[in-house]
Structure formats: C-alpha cells, structure tokens
C-alpha cells in the first residue's frame, strides 16, 4: 500500500471520512422548494435543492461535480440544516462547516464557501418562490 493512500485514511477525522463518502443525500429533486447552483473557481460545481414543510427545512439533497472534498462539506450542510427553519439555517457558515469537519484541509477551505453558497441560494429561492408560489412551476433548472 502507498504511503498517499494510507496517508489520506491517517490524517482525516471520522467526521471528515463519514461525509465525504456518504452518498445517500446525492438526489436531483425536480420540483424544490428552493434551488442553488454555484460553481467555484476550482470547477467544482454543487446543485443544492430543498423540500420544505411550513417553515422547516424537511429535506435536503445535491448534484456535485467536484471533489471529495466538496462532498465532505456538502453533507455536512445538509446535516446542519435538516430539520431547521429557514431562518436558521442562514447561520450555517463555511467556518462551521469546516470546524465540523475537523480536517478538512485549509487549501480547500473554498469547498466549504462553495457549499455555503449554493445553501444560501438555496434559501433565497425558497423565500421568493413562498412570495410567489405561482413561479414554483417555472423554477426549472433543467
């Protein structure tokens, strides 16, 4: 076994290992409550789409094109939103996601910005659409 590999497996946290391989939130939802694209400067490009029950972020999912570690932080988001309002969870912060995390390493602090920045716009459209709910028919993305 290479000294890399084992290297990877060593100087991640389990929290770090556990969301950057789990898988069960990678969904394309085609009717959201709320929908975020971002695409970084690295390429890496998160979908993020949420289902809503009243104020109450009920569900989460994505769409990712990037790297493990844009994964990591991605599930994390999710688990720090789920079951949270609206309102709340506009706290979520890349500092957070990465404190989380624990090893998530500094040269990619900007998959957790990434990630936050798909939330967020995530959130303003489910906050425009429950002032419209008309334009949710319209809310494609495909």
Request: with cysteine; charged share 25%.
């Amino acid at each position: 076994m290479s000294t890399e590999v084992s290297d990877f497996w060593q100087n991640h946290s389990d929290k770090f290992l556990k969301m950057a391989f789990m898988n069960d939130k990678n969904e394309i939802i085609k009717t959201p409550d709320g929908y975020g694209k971002k695409e970084g400067d690295c390429g890496d490009t998160i979908e993020l789409f949420i289902i809503t029950r009243g104020d109450i972020i009920e569900t989460a999912s994505y769409h990712i094109n990037g790297c493990i570690n844009t994964v990591a932080c991605t599930n994390t988001l999710i688990d720090m939103v789920e079951g949270k309002t609206l309102e709340k969870a506009w706290d979520v912060t890349p500092e957070a996601v990465a404190e989380y995390l624990e090893t998530l390493p500094e040269n990619h602090f900007h998959c957790a910005e990434l990630a936050v920045g798909a939330l967020y716009l995530a959130l303003a459209n489910a906050e425009a659409l429950r002032r419209d709910p008309w334009k949710k028919a319209y809310n494609s993305h495909y």
